[in-house]
């Protein structure tokens, strides 16, 4: 095994990329569509173990790893191309795959010491090897900054200490990032965070699995609860580029920048799918794909195909390990929120068309639903960075005086093109201040006016015109929808009633 994958090493070294994309992707279909039946192969947990094999085999890893340490080169196209590949047949081996790169080898990439990353990057290359992230803790998801886990200065290195839950590939990885605050003197930890590297193959770096969890969806992975007391070398302490927030920001942004690699092969097998389904199935006296509604619902599926590749094209053109992403948060926020949405709104269609057929955990429709839900949640919930969205434009606008959202937005960089289309939904006064329910809604609003841009700057390198401008009708009804959620007055309220019952509101129960 070993032997193989160094062969294929100095293989893929020397392979074009068309060539290695168009070979993967091949052994991807071969593997999942005839040496397993994915479908069936979803009612258990895991996956088999050749699977995973021959897919590491294939060296999907090296698009990560830049060529002086034996990879292909860390071109963010080429990531996003692999990620593709990989969900347009499993969205859970490409979450795996996105996982080891954007959450373990590139931040080791941008971070690491030298010594550290020849060991691991060999390791990953000639071995298969895998890596995860671990920063959330049970108390500690969305409020991550406040995290508990700790690390303290010892004669040899570091002791980090802590419990994670949640992370991909838990019992699994052979090596793990980890975040942890310094423990002062005093007891008391730090405000910022550090990043530490633990290679499971080491008894003092080992982590331990308290409980595995019956996660939702996405069975292939292993999720859980980790026990984390750990001594490491000094050389596994990364040093990020400023404070150890700023590296967090550089890495989720950058993370969330691979979303559209994830999402399209994704969002193009699920319109696949559908479309052949409706192509089939006749209801009545006609076929599905007759229905006005049911147009409707794969022009939707279509346009989400587009503007996902419209933000592939960005993320590829941005965000190489070579660049610093921590002032990147607006539009990386876009990409993660927005597609992830769209990933789940296309589960959702597939479900619907395909009807009660479609209702089994082993049919690509409903295992959809569950798989890509979790998008929605890690990396930050999207009802909380839509909100961190609308308020940063809002703030720009603050800082330019400027109180009419339009005209703000005809000048911004990330709207500049599209804003025009949209006018009269954007031609607005904000308001001082807003609740938060409508600075999620403004949040959706402007993200589509965000990748309303890209799809045109897309049309403008030679994609198809007409699936642009597809996608700018269905932004378009999306964009009203938001603007009406935004400026819709009655603001609902949770009251804490108890005992409150229909049945008290009927006069003519029996006796
Ligand atoms: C499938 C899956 C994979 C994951 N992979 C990893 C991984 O590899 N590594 C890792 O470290 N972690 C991982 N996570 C953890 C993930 O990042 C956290 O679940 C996420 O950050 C949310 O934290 P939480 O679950 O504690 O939810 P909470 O922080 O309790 O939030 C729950 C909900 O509360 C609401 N909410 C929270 N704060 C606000 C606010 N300020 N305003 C309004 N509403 C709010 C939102 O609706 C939010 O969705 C994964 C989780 C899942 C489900």
């Excluded at 802590?162 to 090596?175: E, P, Q, S």
């Excluded at 990386?332 to 929120?337: G, I, L, Q, R, Y």
């Amino acid at each position: 095994m070993l032997q193989l994958l160094a062969q294929d090493a100095k293989k893929s070294e020397l392979e074009p990329f068309n060539k290695f994309i168009g070979r993967f992707r091949d052994k991807l279909a071969y593997l999942f569509r005839e040496r397993i039946d994915a479908n069936a192969a979803n009612l258990k947990r895991g996956i088999p173990p050749f699977i995973f094999q021959e897919v590491f085999r294939q060296q999907p890893q090296a698009a990560s790893i830049q060529k002086k340490y034996g990879g292909r080169g860390a071109n963010p196209a080429e990531i996003l191309a692999v990620l593709e590949a990989a969900s347009y047949e499993s969205l859970a081996l490409s979450l795996i795959l996105g996982i080891n790169g954007a959450l373990f080898l590139e931040p080791l990439a941008r971070m690491g010491s030298e010594s550290l990353k020849q060991k691991v990057f060999n390791r990953f290359i000639n071995e298969g090897t895998t890596g995860g992230l671990m920063i959330t803790e049970p108390d500690y998801g969305t409020d991550a900054l406040s995290m508990k886990s700790y690390w303290e200065p010892t004669p040899g290195g570091y002791h980090v200490n802590g419990l994670k839950h949640w992370a991909g590939l838990t019992g699994w990885a052979d090596y793990w990032l980890i975040t942890a605050r310094g423990k002062r003197s005093d007891g008391s930890l730090s405000r910022d965070l550090s990043f530490f590297v633990c290679d499971s193959s080491c008894p003092e770096q080992r982590i331990v699995v308290e409980e595995y969890f019956n996660n939702l969806g996405l069975y292939i992975i292993p999720y859980g609860r980790n026990v984390i007391d750990v001594q490491l070398p000094f050389d596994h302490k990364l040093e990020p580029n400023g404070s150890g927030v700023n590296g967090l920001m550089d890495m989720l942004h950058r993370s969330r920048m691979r979303f559209p690699g994830m999402a399209l092969g994704y969002l193009k097998r699920l319109l696949e799918e559908a479309v052949s389904h409706c192509n089939e199935r006749k209801v009545g006296k006609c076929k599905l794909n007759k229905y006005d509604q049911v147009q409707r619902r794969l022009a939707r599926m279509q346009a989400y195909v587009t503007i996902c590749s419209a933000m592939c094209k960005h993320a590829a053109e941005l965000s190489s390990i070579h660049n610093n992403l921590t002032g990147e948060g607006l539009i990386a926020n876009v990409h993660k929120t927005i597609l992830s949405d769209y990933m789940q709104d296309a589960a959702q269609s597939l479900l619907h068309l395909t009807g009660a057929k479609g209702f089994k955990q082993d049919h690509i429709a409903g295992r959809s639903i569950t798989d890509s839900r979790p998008f929605q949640i890690f990396e930050g919930s999207n009802d909380v960075i839509y909100v961190q969205i609308a308020d940063k434009f809002i703030k720009e606008m603050r800082k330019k005086n400027q109180s009419n959202l339009y005209i703000f937005l005809t000048s911004h960089e990330l709207t500049t093109l599209s804003a025009g289309y949209f006018k009269e939904y954007l031609d607005v006064s904000l308001s001082e201040s807003l609740p938060q329910r409508k600075l999620v809604d403004l949040g959706k609003l402007l993200s589509c006016v965000a990748v309303a841009d890209k799809t045109l700057l897309l049309g403008e390198s030679g994609y198809n015109k007409a699936l642009v401008a597809a996608a700018l009708d269905v932004l378009s009804e999306d964009i009203a929808q938001h603007s009406a959620a935004y400026r819709n007055k009655p603001i609902a309220t949770y009251h804490d009633v108890a005992g409150q019952s229909w049945l008290d509101c009927v006069d003519n129960l029996g006796g």
